[in-house]
């Protein structure tokens, strides 16, 4: 199960620096996560100071 960025994101981009696979990219507002990309690793959650990525 892929990961979801909630809208707690501050836009900090350490997820996306964090995110082997590279599914993270800047979206509306907030980071988006690239479902089919996603290989369900769990660094984005590490690296984000707010937990805005989450198990979808």
């Known amino acids: 199960m892929a990961y979801k960025i909630s809208d707690d994101c501050i836009s900090c981009g350490s997820c996306a620096e964090g995110c082997p696979a590279g599914a993270i990219a800047e979206g509306d507002g907030k980071y988006e996560i690239n479902a089919d ?20």
Request: glycine residues 10%.
């Open 37 to 56: 990309a996603c290989v369900d690793c769990g660094a984005c959650a590490e690296t984000c100071p707010v937990g805005a990525p989450q198990q979808a």
